[in-house]
């Protein structure tokens, strides 16, 4: 049984540029959360999706939006990349269980 | 607001030594429920234990135990006998959902167990 898959591993953006990271959650999970950890910090919940609605956001601008297929996996998008935005992208699944994460992506903007 | 405080940057233990990491959590919800999570360097979260506000026993799993003190609160995570293998970040977090809901993060705690 797959757990939560993330791609891709690594990505490398300019400042100014839009990114779209995926995930495929665990297999019979129908909701998804992203976080972002920064280096040297706790993850931070960015929001949820839950048949393909946003179900719950954090405290991040709306250049961070995203989505949910039929299938429950989902894509984070980031437009005009700041430096700050450098930093590990971590989905969590979950259906009435506790969270399971994925790898996460790392997210390098130059 | 929630808010979970992990004073503790990083520690320090040779091996089979015993640690505890702290966790000293906020929140004004009468129902909620507390986690921590282990980071070994490939990133992937893995859960460890999840505590409900209404049930303060202390628990124990092998080499692992927390203590839940509500008066304090506190929710502290010992590893007894530590491994090289213990080695990662630590992170407590916080919900008001037992599952399925945002999770607030502390900042985590280094540990290195040295050999």
């Known amino acids: 049984d797959a757990g939560v898959t993330q791609s891709p591993t690594h990505l490398i953006k300019t400042r100014g540029q839009q990114v779209t990271l995926r995930c495929s959650p665990k297999s019979g999970h129908d909701t998804v959360s992203w976080y972002q950890q920064a280096l040297g910090q706790g993850p931070q919940f960015i929001f949820q999706?839950?048949?393909?609605?946003?179900?719950q956001r954090g405290n991040f601008p709306d250049r961070f939006s995203g989505h949910q297929f039929p299938n429950y996996s989902s894509e984070l998008n980031v437009n005009a990349l700041l430096l700050g935005d450098s930093a590990l992208y971590l989905c969590?699944?979950?259906?009435?269980?506790?969270?399971?994460f994925g790898p996460g992506t790392r997210l390098t903007v130059t | 607001a929630q808010k979970v405080t992990q004073a503790q940057t990083e520690i320090s233990v040779v091996e089979k030594e015993d640690v505890t990491l702290d966790c000293v959590y906020e929140t004004r919800d009468t129902t909620y429920y507390l986690f921590w999570y282990k980071q070994p360097p490939s990133g992937e979260l893995v859960f460890l234990i999840r505590?409900?506000?209404?049930?303060?026993q202390n628990e124990i799993s092998g080499r692992y135990s927390w203590n839940f003190q509500k008066s304090t609160s506190s929710f502290n995570f010992t590893i007894t006998a530590s491994q090289v293998v213990d080695s990662a970040v630590y992170f407590c977090a916080l919900s008001y959902m037992e599952y399925g809901n945002k999770l607030v993060f502390g900042a985590g705690t280094i540990l290195r167990v040295k050999s």
């Open positions: 999706y839950y048949e393909e609605e946003e179900r």
């Open positions: 505590r409900n506000s209404f049930d303060e």
């Open positions: 969590a699944s979950s259906v009435i269980s506790e969270q399971y």
